[in-house]
Every structure is written in C-alpha cells, then in structure tokens.
C-alpha cells in the first residue's frame, strides 16, 4: 500500500493565543512522530498553497477577500472568540486546502492509494462564509469539490469521526446528492448540530454518540450507520476529516476513544474504499487538542492506511 504524508513547518506558523488548544504543538508532534519508523520511509507530498479559483469554489470570493486582508502583519486578529489570525496564519490556511487538493491529485492520478495531511488551521466548521471553531477554509469540502471539478469524480463521502459534529461540511454540502456526509461525534457539544434527524437531501448520515460512549459504540454506529450508507452511496473517493479528539485524553470532549479504535475505523474505510472507488482515501487533520491522545492515535490511523 502506498501512503503519501503531507507535512511543512507553515503549519505550525499559525499562531494562536497562550493557553489556545489548537497550537503549533500539534503538528510539531505529529512531524517528531512520523519522523521515526515506521512512518520515517514514508514518501512525502509537496505542500502548495491552494489555488484562489479551488477555495471559491466553496468559500464565497467575499470571505476568502475578507480572511485575506484581515491577516496582519504583527499580532492577533480574533475572527471571533475561538479563531484567530496570525501573519502567517493566511499562509497556513492556504497551504492546508493546498495539502488537501495535491492528496487528492496523487490518489485520482494513482501515484499514491492513500494520503494523509497533516494540516493546520482544521476546517470542518468553517462555513461558506463564516469561520468558526479554529477553522478557517473547510479542506475536507475544497478537496471534494476539487475531485469534482479537477478530476471529474462523481460522487465524493466524507467521513468525519471527530468529536465534534462538522456543521460547516454538512452546510456546504446540505442539498448537494454528489456528495455524502457521515459523521459519527459527541452529542450535546459545540458546535450543538448533528442529530439523526438532519439528513439533507438523503446525503447526510450523523451518528451521535453520547458522553462517555467508548469503543463498542463508536464500532456499532460505523457498522450500522456510516459503512453501510457509503455502500448505497458508492463513492469514487473518500475523504475523511480525521479529527481525534474523541480520544479518551482530550480535554475538549468526553468520548473515550482509544488509537486502537481509529485504526479500526481506517481499516474498515479502507474496505469499503476497495469496495467501491479503488482504495482511494485521502485523510485530513482535523481535532486532537490532548498532545499524547494525539500522536498515539494519528500513528495509528496512519499505520493502518500503510498496511
């Protein structure tokens, strides 16, 4: 199986309050991981910034304007009261939805089976036109429109196990039947969005899981509600949003998610990604705030996407 990580030093660029959760740290720890074996021979992506024309394509041209002018050139800008903008912040955000498009452009091209991006700023809550919760252009949505437009993919899943719900992914995608959203998260949490009953046009699938929900739930609403609506929807390419802050060390959420788990999931994606669209996967960072919930559980979702 052929991975292709992506990583840079600009994402660790983007700055943040003292004390913030979403800091540098996180993909300082992510790159002194994957620096070692087994993840050390893994081939490594070229990260560019994004193209304007591939970020309009889901954010509208106003609002990437408006991210792109607020940046400063000293300081912090507050978005609002969880995001925040940095001089090299508008760098990172564009390199982020540039990692996600090159992942996209090497496993529709067959240069790789599957990537993984580890990125910051995340992007599952950013809006069309609104960032929210440390998010700033939605990656998962810009390399499923990418797909689309780039590569003339038909139907694109995105899977999203972070614990929180990705209100700004099911937004952009709502009434849009080429594209899936499953989303397994905690309920009752930020950003409050997520019930079953929200299913879009029959293209949504949530699947919340109450506090403290471990393992064996998380495992029984990917085998009952995601995995078989992937089937239904036979995707060419799957995206998932890895956040991993459901892990049972996060500070942000009170699931109890182990390593173990994740890489259960990958390779149950995996078989449905064989299944329907050729292996074809690209993974996106997303949560994680716990630095050793983290590493362990990125580690083994990667290893898993290596075998």
């Not at 994957?34 to 992506?45: I, N, Q, T």
């Not at 609002?80 to 903008?85: A, G, R, S, V």
């Not at 899943?157 to 499953?182: C, K, L, P």
């Not at 998260?185 to 506090?211: D, K």
Request: net charge negative; glycine share 10%.
């Amino acid at each position: 199986m052929t991975t292709l990580l992506f990583e840079h030093a600009i994402f660790a660029e983007h700055e943040v309050p003292s004390g913030h959760v979403e800091r540098p740290e996180r993909v300082i720890a992510i790159q002194e991981r994957f620096a070692e074996p087994p993840f050390s021979d893994l081939k490594r992506g070229v990260v560019e910034p994004a193209a304007l024309a591939d970020i309009i394509a889901v954010h509208s041209q106003d609002y990437q304007a408006a991210i792109e002018e607020a940046t400063p050139e000293t300081g912090l800008v507050a978005l609002n009261p969880d995001t925040f903008l940095s001089a090299r912040s508008y760098a990172a955000a564009v390199s982020a939805a540039g990692a996600a498009c090159g992942a996209v452009d090497a496993v529709l091209r067959g240069s790789a089976d599957n990537a993984f991006c580890a990125v910051r700023p995340p992007g599952h809550h950013a809006m069309a036109s609104q960032s929210m919760g440390f998010c700033i252009f939605n990656n998962a949505a810009i390399a499923a429109r990418y797909a689309q437009r780039r590569h003339g993919a038909d139907r694109i899943a995105i899977v999203d196990w972070d614990v929180h719900h990705g209100n700004g992914t099911q937004a952009i995608f709502w009434d849009d039947d080429s594209v899936f959203y499953g989303s397994t998260h905690q309920s009752s949490l930020f950003p409050w969005t997520g019930a079953e009953s929200e299913t879009g046009v029959g293209n949504i699938v949530n699947a919340p899981l109450p506090s403290g929900a471990g393992g064996d739930d998380f495992q029984v609403a990917f085998e009952t509600k995601i995995l078989p609506s992937i089937g239904r929807f036979s995707p060419d390419l799957i995206v998932i949003s890895a956040g991993f802050d459901a892990h049972w060390r996060d500070p942000l959420g009170g699931l109890a998610l182990a390593g173990s788990d994740f890489a259960w999931a990958t390779e149950r994606l995996m078989q449905s990604a064989d299944q329907h669209c050729g292996g074809r996967i690209v993974s996106l960072l997303e949560g994680g705030y716990d630095l050793e919930g983290l590493v362990e559980s990125a580690a083994a979702h990667v290893a898993a996407l290596m075998q």
